[in-house]
């Protein structure tokens, strides 16, 4: 668990995390904070039992910035619907179903 917080720590990920110890049990034990926070926490401690982790989600990140035509090139190999394949780019891009679709018509 504390090689977990580390990697955390290291690649930049600061989000709120919970470490949970023997769930249900007589001697459950709920710790709270940062990767850095907890690795302070349990620096001299041995912590042993059953361990949880719950981070907290990311903030989401609206749109991405990604190749359409080397995306759609690669989806085109699966056989996926050209419909479908212009729904889920126009989900992750700032492009329009619609503009998607008409490109796909010229592959």
Do not use: H, W
Not at 55 to 67: R, V
């Amino acid at each position: 668990m504390l090689k977990d917080l580390e990697a955390f720590a290291s690649e930049g990920v600061f989000n709120n995390i919970v470490v949970c110890r023997e769930l249900t049990k007589k001697f459950e034990t709920v710790y709270r904070g940062t990767s850095k926070e907890l690795i302070n926490e349990f620096q001299d401690k041995d912590i042993k039992g059953e361990i949880t982790l719950v981070i907290e989600g990311g903030q989401k990140q609206n749109k991405l910035d990604i190749d359409v035509t080397s995306a759609i090139n690669n989806l085109l190999k699966y056989d996926i619907p050209k419909r479908e394949i212009a729904k889920t780019i126009a989900l992750i891009t700032d492009m329009s179903t619609n503009e998607i679709y008409n490109s796909i018509k010229d592959f």
